[in-house]
């Protein structure tokens, strides 16, 4: 059973410009719930996908969106980049029911925007 | 916005002493979780406990909760260096499909 797997580990940014990070869910899990850490904070909820459709938002702005696919991996794009997105940007995939039984998280990308 | 506090913000205690850390939280919920992250890595999921639960164990971890005082405790018995880490409670709702997280205690055990 593989865990999560995320892709780069690390990226540099320059303000303005877009990036995609990648998700790869465990084996048997259908949901991907993404989430972003500045420093020093705790995990902020950005949004979860479900079956290739958004299932759930936080307090984030347009220019964050994401896509699921039919092997249930996921994408996280950021356009516009500003210097606060820099951060720890975190994967966590689980099934349906998954919040009442934990996720299971990747290891992250950190990016830095400069 | 985070959902609760976690206190203390640190923590610093010998190998082998036991270590508590507590978690507030401040709306309804169905169930909280204790997650672990080294060095600002991936989350690892440690322990969850529902509303309808009091205490739970597991290994040398002890979680209890309050859901009158909205508020839960994680104890981690006979502490060893590996447990050097940042803790996060985090909390789950029906119908909310987010994980709401604290602000996190860093642990330091000293050899």
């Known amino acids: 059973e593989t865990g999560v797997t995320q892709s780069p580990t690390h990226l540099i940014k320059t303000r303005g410009q877009q990036v995609t990070l990648r998700c790869s869910s465990q084996?048997?899990?259908?949901?991907v719930s993404w989430y972003q850490q500045a420093l020093g904070q705790g995990p902020q909820f950005i949004f979860q996908?479900?079956?290739?459709?958004?299932?759930g938002r936080g307090n984030f702005p347009p220019r964050f969106s994401g896509l699921q696919f039919p092997n249930y991996s996921s994408e996280l794009n950021v356009n516009a980049l500003e210097l606060d997105d820099s951060a720890l940007y975190l994967c966590a995939s689980s099934n349906p029911t998954g919040f009442d039984y934990g996720y299971t998280f990747g290891s992250g990308t950190r990016l830095t925007v400069v | 916005s985070q959902q609760g506090e976690e206190d203390p913000q640190a923590l610093s205690i010998q190998e082998g002493e036991n270590a508590t850390m507590n978690c507030s939280y401040k709306t309804s919920i169905n169930n909280l979780q204790w997650y672990r992250q080294n060095s600002g890595r991936g989350l690892v999921h440690l322990i969850l406990?529902?509303?309808?639960?009091r205490e739970k164990h597991s290994g040398r971890l002890r979680v209890t909760l309050d859901t009158s005082k909205k508020s839960s405790s994680l104890l981690i018995t006979a502490s060893r260096a590996a447990d050097t880490a940042s803790y996060f409670c985090a909390t789950g709702s029906f119908g909310n499909e987010k994980l709401t997280f604290g602000t996190g205690t860093r642990l330091t055990i000293i050899p």
């Open positions: 084996s048997g899990h259908n949901t």
């Open positions: 996908y479900y079956r290739e459709e958004e299932n």
């Open positions: 406990i529902r509303s309808n639960e």
